[in-house]
């Protein structure tokens, strides 16, 4: 079975978004290099998919949520980042259940900003997440189509033939998945 996700990490519990000053030449050249997507699989979060036993099997990227969701913007000094990432993920699972009790079994993924700087200092990385339900289940029949000329379709693939380990969480760098700056 797949199920589509739209993860959209809008919101942060600790750390502050990042300033101009805090990134080093590599990071302003190019975004992804401080960009990590962790996916927080829980499936407690649904009585139903924690009995049903299911496994991620594989991940796939679709649209990264990325190129064409976040611009880096130098001249803003503070929070110079625009946008908010908002990755497409196409979960397989190796049984059939409910797509929106799977979502809540991992709405709580994050993208982690994680500067260079910060982790020298010691710093709180910023993490956008999802405080207002907005991440979503989508039909794929809708996905299917879009064109893959837009730049952000990444189509990177995950396997985990034993499954993703529950409660672990899986990080994801993105320069791994998220289209290369042109």
């Known amino acids: 079975m797949e199920v ?24 302003i050249n190019d975004i992804r290099s ?5 996916l927080d699989w829980d499936p407690g979060a649904s009585p139903e998919i924690e009995e049903s036993g299911v496994k991620i099997v594989e991940i796939e990227f679709v649209d990264d949520g990325i190129t064409s969701h976040l ?5 803003r000094g503070h929070d110079c980042i625009d946008g ?17 009790e799977f979502k809540r079994c991992v709405w709580q993924s994050s993208m982690k900003y994680q500067l260079a700087s910060r982790l020298e200092n010691g710093d709180t990385p910023y993490y956008a997440e ?12 809708s996905i299917s189509s879009k064109p893959k000329a837009s730049g952000a379709f990444a189509g990177k693939v995950y396997a985990f033939p034993g499954g993703v380990e ?17």
């Open 71 to 75: 611009m880096l913007c130098p001249n």
């Open 130 to 141: 999802d405080h207002n339900g907005y991440t979503h289940v989508v039909d794929s029949k």
């Open 4 to 27: 589509t996700i739209q993860h959209c990490l809008t919101k942060s519990d600790g750390g502050k978004p990042p300033s101009i000053d805090e990134l080093s030449a590599l990071e």
């Open 166 to 182: 529950p409660y672990a969480g899986v990080d994801f760098n993105a320069t791994e998945f998220a289209m290369a700056p042109k």
């Open 34 to 38: 401080f960009l990590i997507f962790h």
């Open 84 to 100: 908010d990432p908002a990755p497409l993920i196409r979960y397989t699972l190796d049984r059939d259940v409910d797509a929106e």
